[in-house]
């Protein structure tokens, strides 16, 4: 039996226009079958894989559940699980897209609140002169408790909110919020200031595995093969090849080079992307050149750090 | 959900004698409104309740214990006085210890005291009746750990501090990180504090006046307010953050005193001569609560816990935030320390908090009798 290895990616929204856009830069094109609605996919140049199209959701509880391998989601959704998130998914890859940060957020008017601390002094101030305890409106619990304790807030409630939880102290249902932002200029238009020290999370997307997904041989090696493409196309964005004549009989000078973090090529070396030109300059300096810089596709390294983990995790 | 395994009837029945002897026989619903435990309890509470809810009824949970209950229904009796037993099942989730029971019995007794009753002979009763229910089930490694809130928060009074700093070290009794935090800021300078000016120009006015200064540089800074608190009170504690601020921390040899009598734990006596040997140590309110310990204590040896079965300790609190004097535990050597036998305390606070008269006194106790039960937990 060779089941496929099962990948949810977003279904809806910017994360999925995203999720597609990378997935495709690493030749890996994603093809919805059953038009434009459809919740079935494949990754073309990935057989063996079946691809969920779930919302962001869905996919941090079907990744908790073992429902599927692998998934692509933000960071905050899949610690909102609660408990131990280690011991229940592998965050193979962080993506650099979906960037959004977790923060705690009260109305710009509280110039005497700048920091959990005055937070925490105000809300026991509440509590002892009204009985009442502060609410804090938010879809983030689990976050939220584990941040308030460790900052030793405790006279607080918890009033869920399942959409524009920007608007609640406005609208008088809580003091303030605890929600996800990424210009701050929605909390800013309604009246709310970040605390200085209130991030509780900076989340962006994460490729993640699921631990509590059976993992046959074949799965892997078909997970082994996606993320080799994904670590070969992100290190060659960060990498450029430097080549220039004679440069086998360089030894001394490549070896310095490769002390400074280059690594050894053919008539070259392989080097961050940001030190081209400081390496081209040091090259041409000392009377080496021309030196042609140029932009790999791909860099497939012999061992892929991401499968090693995964497998070890798997495996015991 | 884990229930535990049942406890032999005879083992429960001298279980039960001493707490239920004179009290009134009371049951609690299992389903308890989550927003009211939530509220005296805490948001930290959540995690270990069990949340229900029927379509489009209210939430409610799987009662946690059933101090809050019994309390409620003493209160709407009207009675000023009452004494209630109770024996059934509670709930608390425990997902982080997968081996620990989230459904187990719990017998208790909830004492309840006219306002200006003296709190000793109820707390030693309560205390030494917990400790007979515990050791009738036949352990021999049980020990009684005694502490009080009462005590830190007369022992910080006798330091003379700052009343802001004091407070904020009372809040952070029962909060170790807090407390750890005042302490690690001991001997630092006063902080320049920013936005000072604003409150020194507020300080100097009347309430009324600062609040509508306060407006006044909202208005200039394009902040449209929002949510509940007005301007009066965030110019009071603008003036009240600057002050505290500029105010000294604890000093290097105050914070070795509060570290001293935080280590406290020996026996009763040598825990309270060791309180009243650190340099600090005076007031009439920690004279007083020392004099009181004194006499619990006598209380206790009377009551039959026996000397050599107690201990104190000064940071001894609990999870639940009821208790404002008086706690105590029942350990077993065999369980440990964080899967007590019995619980108790003083819990004067509760019954005003839940809109009944204030002054009143209120002391309980809950033992669990398969930690009890020689043959039971392991």
Same mark, same amino acid.
């Given at each position: ?20 856009? $990378? ?86 008017? $509280? ?103 059976? $993992? ?27 080549? $220039? ?72 | ?10 083992v429960?029945a001298n279980l039960r004698a001493p707490l239920s002897r004179d009290a009134?026989?009371?049951?609690? &619903? ?13 948001? %930290? ?38 004494r209630?037993y ?21 017998i208790g007794l909830?004492r ?8 000793l002979e109820a707390d030693a009763e309560i205390a030494a009746l917990a400790w007979k229910a515990a050791v009738a089930g036949g352990r021999e490694d049980l020990l009684l750990w005694l ?49 000072? %000016? ?26 449209? &307010? ?18 505290? %601020?500029?105010? &000294? ?9 509060? /570290? /001293? ?6 026996t009763p006596v ?23 310990w004194e006499q619990r204590l006598v209380l206790l040896t009377k009551a039959g816990v026996p000397a050599g079965a107690m201990l104190m ?13 008086l706690?105590f535990e029942v350990r077993s ?8 036998v019995a619980v108790g305390g003083?819990?004067?606070?509760? &019954? ?11 002391v309980g106790c809950m033992v669990?009798?398969?930690?009890a ?6």
């Amino acid at each position: 039996m060779n089941e496929p290895l099962i990948i949810a990616v977003p279904s809806k929204g910017r994360l999925k226009e995203q999720v597609e856009e $990378w997935l495709a830069d690493c030749g890996l094109k994603l093809s919805v079958s059953g038009g434009a609605r459809g919740y079935m996919a494949e990754i073309k140049g990935l057989a063996g894989a079946q691809v969920r199209l779930l919302s962001a959701g869905d996919i941090a509880e079907a990744l908790d559940s073992g429902e599927v391998h692998l998934g692509i989601t933000g960071e905050d959704l899949l610690r909102e699980r609660g408990g131990d998130l280690d011991s229940r998914a592998l965050l193979l890859r962080a993506l650099g897209f979906g960037r959004a940060d977790l923060v705690v957020a009260v109305p710009k008017s $509280w110039l005497d609140v700048d920091s959990m601390a005055d937070l925490e002094e105000v809300a026991h101030d509440l509590l002892a002169r009204t009985g009442r305890r502060m609410r804090v409106a938010t879809k983030y619990l689990v976050q939220t408790r584990a941040f308030f304790a460790r900052h030793g807030v405790a006279d607080y409630r918890i009033t869920e909110s399942s959409g524009a939880t920007e608007g609640a102290p406005a609208a008088g249902a809580a003091e303030l919020i605890v929600d996800i932002t990424t210009t701050g200029a929605t909390l800013v238009a309604n009246g709310l200031k970040i605390l200085g020290d209130g991030i509780i999370l900076k989340s962006q997307a994460q490729l993640a595995a699921s631990l509590r997904a059976s $993992w046959s041989d074949g799965q892997l090696a078909v997970a082994e093969h996606l993320l080799r493409v994904i670590e070969a196309r992100g290190t060659a964005h960060e990498s450029a090849t430097l080549v $220039w004549p004679d440069s086998e009989s360089d030894d001394a000078l490549i070896g310095e080079l490769v002390a400074a973090g280059a690594t050894r090529r053919p008539n070259g070396v392989l080097a961050p992307a940001d030190r081209i030109a400081a390496i081209s300059t040091l090259l041409t300096a000392k009377g080496r050149g021309p030196v042609t810089a140029s932009r790999p596709d791909f860099v497939f390294e012999t061992s892929c750090v991401a499968h090693e983990v995964l497998v070890k995790r798997v495996k015991n | 959900m884990r229930a535990e395994p049942r406890v032999p009837a005879e083992v429960l029945a001298n279980l039960r004698a001493p707490l239920s002897r004179d009290a009134l026989s009371v049951d609690a &619903p299992i389903l308890q409104p989550l927003g009211l435990l939530l509220e005296l309890a805490g948001e %930290a509470m959540r995690a270990r309740l069990f949340v229900v809810q029927a379509e489009g009824g209210r939430e409610a949970c799987l009662r946690p214990d059933f101090t809050v209950p019994v309390t409620r229904q003493h209160l709407e009796s009207g009675a000023a006085s009452g004494r209630y037993y109770y024996e059934g099942k509670a709930f608390r989730a425990s997902p982080d210890h997968p081996d620990r029971a989230e459904e187990f019995v719990q017998i208790g007794l909830e004492r309840f005291d006219a306002i200006g009753t003296s709190a000793l002979e109820a707390d030693a009763e309560i205390a030494a009746l917990a400790w007979k229910a515990a050791v009738a089930g036949g352990r021999e490694d049980l020990l009684l750990w005694l502490g009080d809130l009462g005590l830190f928060a007369a022992f910080v009074e006798g330091l003379n501090l700052p009343t802001s700093l004091a407070a904020r070290l009372t809040r952070a009794a029962s909060r170790p990180r807090l407390l750890q935090a005042e302490l690690a800021r001991a001997g630092a300078q006063a902080k320049v504090v920013e936005g000072g %000016a604003l409150a020194d120009l507020l300080a100097g006015r009347s309430s009324d006046e600062a609040a509508v200064m306060l407006e006044e540089v909202w208005a200039l800074a394009g902040i449209e &307010p929002v949510g509940g608190r007005g301007p009066a009170e965030i110019a009071q504690r603008l003036i009240r953050r600057t002050e505290a %601020a500029r105010a &000294p921390t604890l000093s290097l040899e105050q914070a070795a005193s509060l /570290r /001293r009598f935080l280590s406290i734990s020996d026996t009763p006596v040598k825990a309270l001569a060791a309180i009243r040997a650190i340099p600090g140590a005076k007031g009439e309110a920690l004279t007083a609560a020392l004099a009181d310990w004194e006499q619990r204590l006598v209380l206790l040896t009377k009551a039959g816990v026996p000397a050599g079965a107690m201990l104190m300790a000064t940071t001894l609190g609990h999870a639940f935030e009821y208790y404002d004097g008086l706690t105590f535990e029942v350990r077993s050597t065999a369980l440990g320390a964080d899967r007590p036998v019995a619980v108790g305390g003083r819990y004067d606070g509760l &019954p005003a908090r839940l809109e009944g008269p204030a002054g009143g006194r209120a002391v309980g106790c809950m033992v669990r009798p398969w930690r009890a039960f020689k043959g039971g937990e392991a």
